[in-house]
């Protein structure tokens, strides 16, 4: 019989740093492209409603395929939907550097978009399963966190290969790489910890007495018993409003800049800057959610209240759509992103509290696609409206958007007055 392998300490955290690595993989890939955005337009001619259908063909198939991936997560497990996921869209990465123009550049970010829809619910799934409550806020500001990282260090990375050759094409094959090498570590790392081999017993105690649903239990949730849950509504139509600006952020800002009159070599901190900001708002939220949570609060309260502080905040971003200045610009992006990632992580997290295990990656899977139909409808307007106007309006409707967000989740993601008799939510 051969010896049991030696337990990993904290191992669960282990597990939220490999969740943490694939979503900066993940950003770095999709971002790869917003980088390149100034060198592409001008050499293939693009006008911004042209980047806008480069940017709708990957919405599009985001948003659709999140519902599926959710769903499929919660039917095959974690550690195979996320392994068919990394492979298929490291592989489309690295053929977009045959891309020549914008109807292949187009092929290729609908499909990408189709491989990296996995990534949210394939995160929350594992978090649900891995960690208890109080830590859950912390383990999904980890996860959720690498979403800024890889958008801060894509430009960085994108550049200086595209420097150091010359040419566009072999940027995408570096980040395509990446992907490759943490397939190989999760193959290796992850399992359940209902039969993972080095996990120690005291640790697995832990994780399964701090979980509020058994992922083994014969609850049965068909897809569409999901939808008569306001929780779940809630979840969907808060995400609608709130994450259109991040991919303002992810997706426009490199053009915003440059309409500002600041070129992106010169202006690389302030194209940071906003990431880092969201990068400290992620880990901010899930803190202070999960300090007010160890003094005894329920756990919707406390998640709950982060938003409510800091969704109203983003407001502050509405000077940047009259100044000019370089600083404050920065300043007010990267303030409005700190906000915007508390509450990305609360949207994120809760989830996990309120949903049985089993349903978490399909709940997941239709906020996500609530969120594709939000940011499709204003990556479209951002592209029109600035073309023929200015970026302006933009930046208002960004700012005032997010409180919007706020009001629906927290009148609509609370805790049923008597028990759901069929186990599907849980008391948060």
């Known amino acids: 019989m051969a010896p049991r392998p030696r337990p990993l300490p904290y191992l669960r955290w282990w597990i939220g740093g490999m969740l943490f690595a694939v979503t900066i993989i993940n950003y770095i890939d999709r971002q790869t492209l917003s980088a390149l955005a100034p060198i592409l337009e001008t050499e293939y001619h693009w006008s911004n409603e042209d980047f806008a259908l480069l940017l709708i063909s990957f919405r599009v198939a985001y948003t659709l395929m999140q519902s599926v991936f959710g769903r499929l997560l919660d039917w095959i497990g974690t550690r195979r939907g996320m392994s068919w996921s990394v492979a298929f869209y490291s592989v489309i990465t690295a053929l977009t550097a045959t891309a020549q123009g914008l109807a292949s550049f187009s092929a290729f970010r609908f499909l990408l978009a189709c491989g990296e829809s996995a990534n949210n619910p394939g995160g929350a799934k594992a978090v649900s399963e891995w960690f208890p409550a109080r830590e859950r806020a912390w383990a999904v500001a980890l996860f959720d966190s690498g979403s800024a990282i890889g958008g801060a260090v894509a430009p960085i990375i994108v550049l200086a290969v595209y420097h150091w050759f010359d040419s566009w094409r072999p940027a995408f094959l570096v980040t395509a790489s990446l992907g490759f090498v943490w397939l190989a570590a999760w193959r290796w790392l992850y399992h359940r910890p209902e039969d993972h081999p080095r996990l120690s017993p005291e640790e697995r105690d832990y994780i399964l007495r701090g979980r509020a649903s ?65 990068d400290l708002g992620n880990f901010f939220g899930g803190g202070l ?47 409005a992103s700190f906000a915007y990632a508390a509450c990305s992580t609360m949207f994120l997290t809760l989830p996990t509290d309120v949903f049985h295990t089993r349903a978490v990656g399909s709940v997941m899977g239709m906020g996500g696609t609530g969120a594709g139909v939000g940011v499709l409808l204003f990556t479209f307007l951002t592209g029109w409206i600035s073309t023929h106007f200015s970026f302006q309006p933009v930046i208002i409707a960004a700012s005032i958007i997010p409180c919007l967000a706020t009001l629906v989740f927290v009148s609509l993601v609370r805790a049923r007055k008597t028990p759901d008799k069929r186990g599907i939510v849980l008391n948060f």
Do not use: C, H
């Open 214 to 278: 058994d992922p083994d239990s014969d609850v049965k949730i068909p897809w569409l018993s999901l939808l008569g849950y306001k929780q779940t509504w809630g979840i969907v139509l808060g995400r609608f409003l709130l994450d259109p600006y991040w991919f303002f952020m992810a997706e426009w800002y490199g053009l915003y800049l440059k309409s500002k009159g600041f070129s992106l070599d010169a202006s690389i901190l302030g194209f940071i800057a906003p990431f880092l900001g969201a």
């Open 289 to 335: 959610s999960s300090y007010w949570i160890k003094r005894g609060w329920p756990v919707g309260r406390a998640r709950r209240a982060v938003l409510m502080i800091f969704g109203p905040s983003m407001l502050l971003l509405i000077p940047a759509a009259f100044l000019s200045n370089y600083w404050a610009l920065l300043a007010l992006f990267a303030w």
